[in-house]
């Protein structure tokens, strides 16, 4: 019993600490977003980082030429507790062009159970490609923070499973995959990005509310140690479960993402990049998480559309791109 108290007085000491270092940092993020519009009209003439050619981005453009966009189906995976409304621009985006979209979401307790929810969500996705989507020859996968970076994962790992077996279906949609776009992702896995993760899917919420959730997440995962070794793990399978696929990749993403920081993308991809894959990037400067689309539409459209347009028609052509 003194033990147990002694544990339970300092887990609660801890999570005091990491409440009050999380106030001044989000009343400080608060005041930031609200100077994000009057950042951006000065940022125009920052130079973005990336290493797309601005001429690439600009003349190959899949929403400029419509001649394969009914052979393309979009699966699109949200981040933690997105709704409808969130996913359907994208998906408005891509339909405005023909194509077929499959919209993945996960309820806000699906990180604290990931590998079980995981394993059957990769598994209903299969089979609906398999039975409503055959023709589609072009499948691109896109995927919005850590959450749609572990569900694409649990996708691939399935694919991966099912293949060894000889699965015919595993092995077709695998064939079909041509690249996948990671928006906001990925991260690495620690207890604050799954305790922020879950804090910030409440975002009406008032913010001593909020700071009560995440009081009480950090309670719970400190006695339920399992809980974040399961993410841990998750997030190192789904890293490697890139590794068998030879798809190109495109990173999308901010330098001031308060909940995915820039350097966890860019580790990643300089990783793929060192292992031989095909990969492009974009950086923008003072956006925040999942917002690119909001604030810069037409670039984030540039973008996405010469990535699957390069890869489309270099398959048509019958070329190998990477």
């Known amino acids: 019993m003194i033990l147990l108290k002694t544990t339970f007085n300092k887990t609660i000491k801890e999570c005091y600490k990491i409440i009050s270092a999380?106030?001044?940092?989000?009343?400080s993020d608060k005041n930031?977003?609200?100077?994000?519009?009057?950042?951006?009209?000065?940022?125009?003439?920052?130079?973005?980082?990336?290493?797309?050619?601005?001429?690439?981005?600009?003349?190959?453009n899949i929403f400029l030429n419509k001649e394969f966009n009914e052979s393309?189906?979009?699966?699109?995976?949200?981040?933690?507790?997105?709704?409808?409304?969130?996913?359907?621009?994208?998906?408005?985006?891509?339909?405005k062009i023909n194509s077929d979209v499959i919209p993945i979401k996960s309820p806000r307790y699906s990180l604290l159970f990931p590998v079980s929810l995981g394993k059957k969500m990769g598994q209903e996705v299969t089979q609906e490609i398999g039975k409503e989507y055959s023709k589609k020859q072009h499948i691109f996968l896109h995927c919005f923070s850590a959450n749609g970076f572990y569900n694409c994962g649990h996708l691939l790992r399935e694919l991966e499973i099912e293949k060894k077996k000889n699965n015919k279906l595993a092995i077709d949609i695998s064939k079909r995959i041509k690249g996948v776009i990671l928006d906001s992702a990925p991260p690495s896995p620690s207890k604050e990005l799954l305790v922020t993760g879950i804090t910030n899917s409440f975002p009406h919420c008032q913010f001593s509310t909020r700071k009560v959730i995440q009081f009480g997440l950090n309670l719970f995962t400190s006695f339920n140690p399992s809980i974040l070794q399961d993410s841990f793990n998750l997030s190192e399978q789904t890293k490697n479960g890139f590794l068998p696929f030879n798809f190109p990749q495109l990173y999308l993403y901010s330098?001031?993402?308060?909940?995915?920081?820039?350097?966890?993308?860019?580790?990643?991809?300089?990783?793929?990049?060192?292992?031989?894959?095909?990969v492009q990037y974009f950086r923008w400067d003072k956006?925040?998480?999942?917002?690119?689309?909001?604030?810069?539409?037409e670039k984030y459209k540039q973008l996405v559309g010469s990535f699957i347009f390069n890869f489309v028609t270099n398959f048509q052509n019958k070329k190998n791109f990477i």
């Open 22 to 27: 999380n106030l001044s940092i989000k009343i």
């Open 32 to 60: 930031d977003n609200n100077k994000n519009d009057k950042n951006n009209k000065n940022n125009k003439n920052k130079k973005d980082y990336t290493n797309i050619p601005e001429k690439t981005i600009k003349e190959n």
């Open 255 to 278: 330098s001031d993402d308060k909940i995915v920081p820039p350097e966890h993308i860019e580790n990643f991809y300089q990783n793929q990049i060192k292992a031989g894959k095909f």
């Open 72 to 95: 393309i189906l979009i699966v699109l995976f949200g981040w933690l507790a997105c709704e409808d409304h969130h996913l359907n621009k994208y998906v408005d985006m891509y339909k």
């Open 287 to 297: 956006v925040p998480h999942v917002q690119l689309y909001r604030y810069f539409p």
